[in-house]
C-alpha cells in the first residue's frame, strides 16, 4: 500500500513539475442543446476557426452517449464536470419534488443565500445541493486554492454546476434586470469588473436587432428545409413568429424582462457571454501564471432557440452557424491572451432535442403528447377500487384516496406530485393504511402502461431491489471498446432482482434514479413522444440517441487528433482531465479514462 501511494505522488509531482506538459488554463465549452448530427449536418458551411478547428486538431469521439435519464441541462452539465450520473450527484434534474417540504425546488436553489445584482425576482442560487466534487473543486484542492476557477452562463445552473463547490466564482444573466449576476456564496459583493461591465449594459444594445439569415436563403432550404413550414408553431411569443426575420423585442417598447426572454431566444445572447468570458479572462487573469485554472463556459442561447424552433428549422441551423463563429472568437482571443498551446479546451453539450410532433406527424410518424393529467388519471382510476376500504377505515376523509398520491403547493394550488415522469406517492399516507409502496406502484404502473405512448415503467422498489442485489449495475463506465462495466447481462446472479431493468432503457433509468430525490413510479414515454405539461413546441429528457448523442472533443498538447469511434459518454471527460492534470478522480467518477487519445507519456 505504501508503495502504491508513494507512486501516486510522484506521478501527480511529475506530471505538475515539467511545465511543457501542464496546461495554464482548462476552458470547457459546452453548448447547451446542441446534438450530434449538427457537426456532421452543417459541417461544410461551418468556418476553419471554430469547430473545424475543434475536429481537425483535437481528439473527436463520435459515439458519445449520455448513459442515463433524465437528459436535462442541470444533470447533464453536473456529469461532465463531476464524471458521475445523477443517481449519485443530487442533482437529479433541472427539477424535482421535495417530500419534506412538499415544493418544486430546483437543482441551485438556496434559500439561504443572496442574489449579487439583478433584480428581488431574481433566485437565489448556489452549489450547495450538489453532492459531489468536480474537476475543478479537486485541482483547487490540489493547488490549496491557488487555482482559479469561474462558470459562466446565461442559465444559473449551466454557470453554477460546472465549476463546482469550491469554485472562485459563477455568473449568469439576470432574466429581469439584464445584468450580469452572482451569490454571496462566493463573495460578498460583485467584484468592481462585473460592476463596471453592468453599467454598460451589455444586453440593451441588441434591442430592437434584426435577426435575420447568416448566409443566403438557398443554403438554408438545401440544409434545413424552408422557413415556417406547418409544424412550426412556436405559441405565445410576444413580437415573434416563425419565419425570419426576428426583431428582438419581446414586444415591448424598452429593454426589461420580456425583452430579455426574447433575446434568449436569439444568437445575441451569446455574443454577450462569449465578451463576458474574454473579460474574464482579462481581469481575473487566468492563465497567466504556471497554476493551471478553469474557466467553463456554458452558451445557452441555442437551448432556447432549439425549443422554440424545433432542431430542424433555420434558426436552429443558423444558430449552429453562429456559434460556430463565436467559438472562433473565444478560442483566437484564447490563443492571442494565453496561446492555444497552453491551453486544453474541452467541448461537449448537456443533451440533444427530440424533433417536433407536428414534423413527425407530416412525415407519417404518430407520436403523441401526454400531459402528466392523463397519466395521473390512470393512477388514479387503478389504486381507487383496490384501496378504497382500507383508506376510508383508515384516513375518515372517505374514497377518494387523494392523500395517496403527495400533493405539492405551487403558490394557493396543489397538485399531484409529478415531474420528469417521476410520479411521488404519499408515504405518510400509505404507512397509515398499511398500504405497501411496493404494491401500489406495481398497480399504478400496470395502469400507466396502458395509456397509449407509455414504453415502460419502473417502481421505487425495483430499483432498489436491483441496486442492492448488484450496487456496480448502474455504474456508467466503459472500456475503449464499448463493453459496459456493471452490465446486467453479467450479473447471473442478480438476474431476478434486476428483472425488467435488463436493457438500455431500464440501465438508464438506474443511473438516473435518486432514493433522496427521485419519484416512486418512473414513467419512460415511447420515441418521439412527449410526456409532461411543458408548452415548449421542442424538447428533450429521454434515454433515445436524439437526446443522448452529443459532442465529445478534448484539444490541445497530449492529445491525439483524431476520430475516435470507441464508446464514450460525456462522463469520461472529468477522470481523463484529472489524470492529464495529475490530481485526483471526483469523489463520485465513474466515467473511464479516454486512454485512446492519450500521449503515451501521459497515458503510461
Not at 423 to 451: C, H, P, Q, W
Not at 577 to 592: A, E, F, H, N, T
Request: hydrophobic share 35%; aromatic share 8%.
Amino acid at each position: 500500500m505504501t508503495a502504491i501511494v508513494l507512486l501516486s505522488l510522484w506521478s501527480f509531482n511529475l506530471t505538475f513539475s515539467q511545465k511543457e506538459n501542464r496546461p495554464r488554463l482548462v476552458l470547457l465549452i459546452v453548448i447547451d442543446q446542441f446534438r450530434y448530427d449538427y457537426l456532421t449536418r452543417f459541417e461544410p458551411l461551418f468556418g476553419n476557426g471554430g469547430f473545424r478547428r475543434l475536429t481537425r486538431q483535437g481528439a473527436y469521439w463520435t459515439k458519445a452517449n449520455y448513459p442515463y435519464i433524465p437528459t436535462k441541462t442541470a444533470p447533464g452539465h453536473t456529469a461532465i464536470a463531476t464524471g458521475a450520473p445523477p443517481s449519485v450527484t443530487g442533482i437529479a434534474g433541472n427539477e424535482w419534488i421535495d417530500r419534506e417540504s412538499a415544493k418544486r425546488i430546483t437543482s441551485i436553489g438556496d434559500s439561504a443565500a443572496k442574489t449579487l445584482g439583478g433584480s428581488s425576482r431574481d433566485t437565489a442560487s448556489s452549489p450547495r445541493r450538489l453532492e459531489a466534487s468536480t474537476f475543478g473543486d479537486e485541482l483547487r484542492i490540489a493547488t490549496n486554492d491557488r487555482a482559479k476557477v469561474i462558470g459562466i452562463s446565461d442559465k444559473p445552473r449551466a454557470a453554477i454546476l460546472p465549476p463546482g463547490r469550491r469554485a472562485n466564482a459563477a455568473y449568469w444573466l439576470s432574466s429581469y434586470a439584464g445584468d450580469v449576476i452572482s451569490s454571496n456564496y462566493y463573495f460578498e459583493r460583485l467584484p468592481d469588473w462585473v460592476v463596471e461591465f453592468n453599467q454598460t449594459h451589455p444586453l440593451d444594445k441588441y434591442f430592437g436587432a434584426r435577426w435575420d439569415r447568416l448566409l443566403p436563403e438557398a443554403k438554408y432550404l438545401k440544409y434545413a428545409g424552408p422557413d415556417a413550414p406547418e409544424w412550426e408553431n412556436i405559441g405565445n411569443a410576444p413580437g415573434d413568429t416563425n419565419r425570419f426575420p426576428h426583431t428582438i423585442t419581446g414586444g415591448a417598447t424598452k429593454p426589461g424582462a420580456a425583452y430579455y426572454d426574447a433575446l434568449d431566444h436569439s444568437p445575441f445572447v451569446n455574443d454577450v457571454l462569449i465578451s463576458f468570458a474574454e473579460l474574464a479572462i482579462e481581469k481575473e487573469q487566468l492563465g497567466a501564471d504556471e497554476i493551471t485554472d478553469v474557466l467553463t463556459v456554458s452558451l445557452s442561447g441555442n437551448d432556447h432557440v432549439g425549443h422554440r424552433f424545433g432542431p430542424d428549422s433555420q434558426e436552429v441551423m443558423d444558430i449552429s452557424l453562429r456559434v460556430d463563429q463565436q467559438i472562433a472568437t473565444l478560442l483566437d482571443y484564447v490563443d492571442g491572451k494565453i496561446g492555444l498551446k497552453n491551453t486544453l479546451v474541452i467541448f461537449s453539450s448537456d443533451h440533444g432535442v427530440a424533433p417536433l410532433l407536428d414534423k413527425s406527424w407530416a412525415l407519417g410518424v404518430r407520436p403523441t403528447r401526454i400531459a402528466n393529467t392523463t397519466v395521473m388519471t390512470a393512477v388514479h382510476a387503478a389504486i381507487a377500487p383496490r384501496y378504497q376500504a382500507a383508506h376510508a377505515n383508515n384516513s375518515g376523509s372517505g374514497p377518494a384516496l387523494d392523500d395517496y398520491i403527495l400533493q405539492y403547493g405551487e403558490g394557493a394550488t396543489k397538485r399531484d406530485a409529478i415531474i420528469n415522469g417521476n410520479v411521488y406517492f404519499n408515504l405518510e399516507a400509505l404507512k397509515r393504511d398499511r398500504v405497501s409502496l411496493d404494491e401500489v406502484t406495481r398497480i399504478a404502473g400496470e395502469a400507466v402502461m396502458k395509456v397509449p405512448g407509455i414504453a415502460q415503467v419502473f417502481t421505487r422498489s425495483q430499483l432498489e431491489r436491483c441496486r442492492l442485489a448488484c450496487p456496480t449495475c448502474d455504474r456508467s463506465t466503459s472500456n475503449s471498446k464499448g463493453r459496459r462495466f456493471g452490465s446486467l447481462e453479467s450479473q447471473h446472479s442478480v438476474s431476478d432482482a434486476c428483472s425488467g431493468i435488463d436493457n438500455e432503457i431500464g440501465r438508464r433509468v438506474l443511473r438516473g434514479f435518486s432514493s433522496n430525490q427521485s419519484g416512486d413510479l418512473i414513467v419512460v414515454q415511447k420515441p418521439n413522444t412527449y410526456l409532461g405539461d411543458s408548452v415548449d413546441p421542442a424538447n428533450h429528457g429521454t434515454p433515445y440517441s436524439y437526446d443522448t448523442h452529443v459532442p465529445l472533443i478534448i484539444m490541445g498538447r497530449g492529445f491525439k487528433p483524431g476520430r475516435y469511434h470507441q464508446v464514450a459518454t460525456p462522463l469520461d471527460i472529468a477522470p481523463t482531465v484529472s489524470l492529464y492534470l495529475g490530481i485526483r478522480q471526483p469523489s463520485k467518477s465513474q466515467g473511464r479514462i479516454l486512454r485512446e487519445a492519450l500521449d503515451p507519456a501521459i497515458k503510461n
